[in-house]
């Protein structure tokens, strides 16, 4: 234990209360078993203490009490003393409000602030959960303002902005963390500037104390009890931090070792037994601590770390020496002793999950449905489901009163219990063509005696893979070892997978959907959740740093395999193969010493075929991403192939710059030291018209910056699937003029399977269409547009010709 970290008190809270100055609210109702007052429940722990909800054996059945459209937000549903809570975007402001338990009718409406608007993939609204106690309910704006409402009334009782009066620092995605209640004291995960946790009192919302040293983003408190004591446990960036639940005192805190990790910024630690903590600190492991706190002494060391919880926005549950999880996209049960997994399943789908009478009752982001799921490690047992919404859900159920209580991004939900006998719980099928070759082997194959002859006699039927019947219809099949198996694909986006079904007795698994006649698809197959394999029938691999490990996007590190497939109607280019000798340009490697980048920027100039020993002056490209351009992209060899037929003879000057620099920095070397020094160095025709800003994905949004922020020496842009999130829009569009000041030939391509993921708001094939119809409405006729492809250079390198030649075409 530190000394130096003990608690910071600004008064005492004793004191308060033994001198009247700080009542108890005796007279609000008391709060009983059965309500859920805040985030994940009364203790955080996501468990509802109610028993004898769900009949012990046959299905679950699942009834719509009420349900209301409200507005955008993240904000789960507190719901206590008769009424549901829940905060949103209302279209005018960000609101909280308050609805009937038992009718749903809404009391009361409060506006919090101006609407918080969703950026750089994330919705729109607030996202902390507001807590019921003592006759209030306390929230937290996305913007740091911390307030009491009046339960009953809807009035306000007091506020604090936390940015302003105690110098918090904003989250990227603003003020997410959920407040707890704890006699009279509303504890807050950070909330003061460099504190890991603050209390803050609960009648005035003056600041009580405030401890422990750590910067908190998205995480919430939750009550930890070891040997008799209570303590509030807040995680941050780098440390977890206990606090006394009743003084604030400072207890102990530790470095979790995930400083920066992708899952330490969102999810709350969860106690699994005496003097066990679990962490989701990384963004690829998790871990369980043993604490020591005995003798006046701290100890944390892990129990274990695993691979086994990784890659979710949902906080695990503990229950009977098990955590049951999401792990990147599916359900888990695992072993809080070891850390081994149990069990998974794909079935439900990702989601938000709590416990219920030992049941996992989970709400599923992209169906929208309510899935009742028995919490056991001998398997996956389903035993009830309901659809709920149309949109997105992305908040941890309630469960008050003998209801569930849903939230999704639009929508609130009360969700009845019933008891039923007999099987009712619908099981989704995948669907596909309903006839042909395909359908006809299903049937065949459902009623024979010997299966594995059946499927035998079809595989070597088939003389491609997948299987394409028709112009529109595809069935990617696998076949081999395997109890579950799914494809990641640019057809279902990043950080998604379809799961594949199995054939029943045999060692077959299908996928079928329908495609475009002109499309062009990467994928891969993921076996057993962990092994991403490329389809062994099919002989066409590609890599993308797209889709790396577990589907994420990997942009800066190794490639992974992948296969790809095309529609009948897709035309491959013939631009790719080896020139004749005659027609080969060569590339100029240099180096040219920046200032502005403070080293040397290493070079690639591409050279057409007579360049050398002739007097010709040439346009010049400067490609962003240069050194993929050529390995991944083949671009010179594609050049090769072109000029002189669709595209005039060029300089290209593929960019490799060392290190990692902002975009400001590479438009201001580009236009005070690129640009002369390649005047200066080849025979260029040096004038605007004759200059070009051309990028792919990231080096895309790179290439449009350079493009109009040098619009006086560049007359042209290209880009091949602009990856540009709402923070890099703000300093690129100041820079757009209209197309009478600032004239431009603008370029810009993309796939309808480009970058995307529509659970966490950010799609950048969306992006690309409302970025064209900015620029029209400026009075620019960009060229292009969507094609049916995927993203990445897998699928960039075939649309070379239309690039280049849209820039600079053969006159």
Not at 50 to 78: E, M, N
Not at 257 to 282: T, Y
Not at 659 to 666: D, L, T, W
Request: a neutral charge; charged letters at 20%; aromatic letters at 10%.
């Amino acid at each position: 234990m530190n000394p130096q970290r003990n608690t910071n008190k600004v008064c005492s809270i004793a004191a308060l209360v033994l001198t009247g100055l700080f009542p108890l609210f005796a007279i609000a109702a008391p709060m009983t078993q059965t309500d859920w007052p805040g985030f994940r429940g009364a203790k955080g722990d996501g468990i509802s203490p109610v028993a004898s909800v769900f009949s012990p054996s046959g299905d679950v059945g699942l009834k719509i009490g009420w349900k209301v459209s409200i507005g955008s937000g993240y904000s789960g549903v507190a719901i206590a003393e008769g009424v549901a809570v829940t905060m949103f975007a209302d279209g005018k402001s960000d609101v909280i409000a308050a609805f009937d338990m038992k009718t749903g009718a809404e009391r009361w409406r409060f506006s919090i602030e101006d609407v918080y608007v969703g950026h750089d993939g994330a919705h729109t609204g607030p996202i902390s959960t507001p807590v019921i106690g003592n006759g209030f309910v306390y929230g937290l704006g996305a913007r740091g303002k911390l307030f009491a409402i009046n339960l009953k009334s809807g009035s306000l009782a007091w506020s604090v902005d936390l940015v302003k009066v105690h110098e918090a620092t904003a989250p990227f995605y603003g003020f997410s963390t959920s407040p707890m209640l704890r006699d009279g004291v509303l504890i807050v995960g950070g909330g003061v500037k460099d504190a890991a946790v603050a209390g803050f009192e609960a009648k005035t919302g003056k600041l009580l104390w405030k401890s422990g040293e750590d910067v908190v983003d998205y995480q919430s408190p939750v009550e930890y009890v070891n040997h008799g004591q209570s303590y509030i446990v807040s995680a941050g960036k780098k440390k977890v931090t206990a606090v006394s639940s009743k003084t604030g005192d400072f207890a102990w805190d530790f470095e979790h070792d995930g400083a920066g990790a992708q899952g330490a910024g969102s999810l709350s630690p969860v106690p699994v037994g005496q003097g066990r903590l679990f962490i989701a600190n990384k963004n690829d492991t998790s871990a369980v601590y043993s604490l020591n706190d005995s003798d006046n002494t701290f100890e944390a060391k892990v129990a274990w770390e695993s691979k086994s919880i990784r890659k979710s926005y949902n906080v695990p549950v503990y229950y009977d020496g098990h955590l049951y999880a999401f792990s990147s996209r599916f359900l888990t049960c695992v072993d809080a002793h070891t850390g081994e997994s149990v069990w998974r399943s794909r079935k439900t789908g990702d989601g938000f999950l709590i416990l219920v009478d030992g049941h996992l009752v989970i709400g599923t982001k992209k169906t929208g449905q309510l899935r009742i799921v028995k919490a056991t490690p001998s398997g996956f047992v389903e035993r009830g489901q309901l659809p709920v919404f149309d949109d997105l859900i992305w908040a941890h159920p309630g469960f008050a009163d003998g209801s569930i209580f849903v939230r999704s991004l639009d929508g609130l939900a009360r969700v009845d219990i019933q008891k039923l006998s007999g099987s009712v719980v619908h099981r989704l099928a995948d669907s596909g063509n309903s006839s042909g070759k395909f359908a006809s082997f299903l049937k065949e194959v459902s009623s024979a005696t010997n299966k594995k002859a059946i499927v035998d006699e079809f595989m070597s039927s088939i003389n491609h893979f997948p299987l394409i019947e028709g112009d529109k219809h595809v069935h990617f099949i696998y076949r081999g070892a395997g109890t579950d198996v799914a494809i990641g694909s640019d057809i279902f986006g990043a950080r998604q997978e379809g799961s594949m079904t199995r054939v029943a007795g045999t060692d077959l698994f299908y996928k079928s959907v329908m495609l475009e006649p002109d499309a062009r698809v990467n994928y891969m197959f993921i076996r057993d959740y962990e092994d991403q394999i490329v389809d062994p029938n099919n002989p066409r691999k590609t890599k993308s740093q797209v889709y790396g490990k577990e589907m994420a996007m990997n942009f800066r590190g190794p490639e992974s395999d992948m296969s790809w497939m095309s529609m009948p109607k897709w035309q491959a280019p013939t631009f790719l193969s080896t020139p004749d000798k005659a027609r080969q340009g060569r590339l100029d490697s240099r180096e040219m010493d920046s200032q502005v980048l403070e080293g040397k920027l290493p070079l690639d100039v591409y050279l057409p075929a007579g360049y050398d020993g002739g007097s010709s002056r040439y346009p010049v490209v400067y490609m962003q991403g240069g050194e993929k351009a050529v390995t991944r992209g083949g671009i010179p060899k594609a050049l090769d192939n072109l000029i002189g037929k669709s595209v005039r003879p060029v300089i290209v000057v593929f960019i490799k710059p060392a290190g990692s620099h902002e975009v400001g920095k590479i438009s201001e070397m580009l236009g005070t030291e690129l640009i002369a020094y390649v005047d200066k160095n080849f025979r260029t025709i040096a004038s605007r018209e004759a200059r070009a800003s051309v990028g792919t994905g990231f080096t895309g949004y790179n290439a449009v910056f350079c493009g109009f922020a040098n619009s006086e020496l560049i007359g042209k842009i290209g880009s091949e699937s602009t990856f540009m999130f709402t923070s890099m829009k703000k300093p690129l569009m100041p820079l757009i003029k209209t197309a009478q000041e600032q004239p431009m030939d603008i370029f810009l391509e993309w796939g309808k399977y480009d970058l995307r993921s529509e659970d966490e708001a950010w799609d950048l094939v969306q992006t690309n269409r409302d970025f064209v119809k900015t620029l029209r409405e400026k009075g620019y006729k960009p060229s292009g547009g969507e094609i049916h492809d995927g993203t990445g250079w897998s699928s960039w390198r075939n649309r070379t010709e239309a690039l280049f030649g849209s820039i600079f075409p053969m006159n």
